[in-house]
């Protein structure tokens, strides 16, 4: 089946810096990818849609400067947590659609960010 | 808004079904997905199933689907300790490029 792959899996950093966290589909295209956040013991919440070639769109009441959003190719798009603090810290999920026929996604194995 | 609706616990004995159930509100909804996470990994699809089936059965997996009602059920047969985790339902409106709406997720224990 189709590979979606995200990087890295687990990063700690302090408070104030950025973080970027790729995700790729490795063996298919993707025109949209989306990013998902889950907190501990919830449901993912989706976080914003990311089209290849033009602006993200964002879900409401999620803070565009401080979750950038770039989809540079149709296999890449990145997350950059600018400015973390303590309160960024969680589980960030990408997924990718492998086929306009079935609807069926498909997810990164997650990246698990802790601000310290 | 769409709203996905499933109960959070579920507790069963190794060798017994397994059902977990699962409401929806978008009677639009074209595709309905069951999700599994395992502790401190990632989503793994199960399967899915097409808005204008009844019934998918896959191996031990068997999606039973009440459009008029808007229900989804997963059923595992002869459920094993390996299939402890975390059950999402999630719904799509429209085929590929949009998102998944998921619920809170059901948490499946197995006791040996």
């Known amino acids: 089946g189709a590979v979606v792959s995200q990087h890295p899996s687990w990063v700690i950093c302090k408070s104030g810096t950025s973080v970027k966290i790729e995700c790729r589909s490795l063996?298919?295209?993707?025109?949209?990818m989306f990013w998902y956040r889950q907190f501990p013991k919830q449901s993912l919440m989706l976080m914003a849609t990311s089209n290849e070639g033009s602006k993200a769109t964002y879900e409401q009441g999620v803070e565009k400067d401080k979750f950038l959003i770039n989809h540079a190719s149709l296999t890449l798009s990145t997350l950059t947590v600018t400015s973390a603090h303590p309160e960024d810290s969680s589980f960030y999920i990408c997924s990718a659609s492998a086929s306009k026929n079935t609807g069926e996604l498909f997810f990164g194995e997650g990246s698990r960010l802790t601000v310290l | 808004g769409e709203d996905v609706e499933q109960s959070l616990f579920l507790s069963v004995r190794e060798g017994d079904s397994s059902v977990i159930n699962c409401t929806y509100t978008?009677?639009?909804?074209?595709?309905l997905y069951w999700y599994k996470q395992e502790p401190g990994a990632g989503l793994q699809l199960l399967t899915y199933?097409?808005?204008?089936?009844d019934m998918k059965q896959d191996q031990r997996l068997t999606v039973l689907l009440n459009k008029k009602d808007k229900h989804l059920s997963l059923r595992i047969a002869d459920t094993q300790t390996g299939d402890s985790a975390i059950y999402f339902c999630a719904e799509s409106i429209s085929q590929a490029g949009t998102a998944l709406i998921f619920g809170k997720g059901t948490t499946l224990s197995v006791s040996s």
């Open positions: 199933i097409f808005s204008n089936m």
């Open positions: 978008d009677s639009s909804s074209t595709y």
């Open positions: 063996d298919f295209q993707a025109t949209t």
